[in-house]
């Protein structure tokens, strides 16, 4: 079957010759590629060094002549709310074909692998026809990823055999930009925790509590110290100690790194809700299971708080202003705010 428009969606961090492949692919079945980078809007990670911008950039530089066919658009995550990711995936579609002048009839397709275990997101648009493509091992990305970080910045062969020219270029001019250097130490840093647990009889798997503090319209935010998301913003939380509760440890956290002028029985008494996080790649530093607590309070003056422990700094954050930070957000602390306030 030939198709009008069809839809490719990847993470592309980066852009390597298996994305190629598929592209390549999809286009000797269609008039036009709708590509949609997902991931859009978030910080810089080593797991996600690329922005949606500088990643479009590589679908076009690979694309050459055949670029003026691709319509490419971001994506954002909504990592706890399925449906929410759907809608936005299906928004941007229709985008795509209205600034394409598409027919009403036009023949869209989803480019992917069926029986794959990372394309399941396929079954969620049965309204269009999925199209087999060449797999992009997501293995690759990460190794491209650790040549990257581990010193071999000038691009080692084992890189430049594994992304098409035009990319090779731009990952070969990655490290003389301004967020290299900090990915690098952020790269550093998960080797050698992940070493430090590397004697374990089994992988390990670490429990922390996040507190959601909202009063009067703002939600309380610590700005990172350390490794990893250094200079990030962050839900105040950390680890539960062997001899506490995660509610305890979120009141505990909470007053250690913003000495919040609350006490703990008058915040034990504003839990609003209470929800655990356990996407299996929410931390780059492994399997971490966390649980989050949203104390609620509608009105009053915002008590004084101020940085200490880990955080260097604090603030009391407008809540429309928080939900547009998420490009300044550690980890999944965004969508755990969006979980919790409905946005």
Known sequence: MRFDYLVLIGRFQPFHNGHQAALTHALRLADRLIVLIGGAGQARTVRSPWTAVERADMIRAAAGED??????????????????WV??????????????????????GLAGRNGDGANAYLAAFPQWPRVEVPA?????????RSALFSGAAGGPPTVKALVPAPVFELLAAFPASPAYAGLAREDAFIRAYRASWAAAPYPPTFVTADAVVIHSGHVLLVRRRGEPGRGLWALPGGFVNPDETALDAAVRELHEETRLKIPPAVLR????????????????RGR???????????????????????????????????LLMEEQLFEDHFHILDYFLGA
Do not use: C, M
Not at 97 to 104: D, E, I, R
Not at 136 to 144: F, R, S
Not at 304 to 309: E, I, K, Y
């Open 269 to 284: 008494g504003a839990i609003k809700a209470r929800q655990v996080f356990d996407r299996p790649d929410r931390s780059l």
């Open 288 to 322: 971490t299971i966390t649980h989050a607590f949203h104390f609620d309070f509608p009105a009053g003056e915002l008590p004084p708080a101020r940085a200490g422990d880990d955080a260097d700094k604090v603030r009391w954050t407008p809540v429309n202003e928080a």
């Open 136 to 144: 992009a091992d997501a293995l690759v990305e990460a190794e491209i």
């Open 67 to 84: 670029a003026g066919r691709l319509t490419i658009l971001p994506l954002r995550d909504h990592l706890y709310n399925e449906t929410l």
């Open 87 to 108: 809608a936005e995936v299906q928004r941007r579609v229709a985008e795509a074909l209205a600034a394409g002048g598409a027919a009403a009839n036009a023949a869209v």
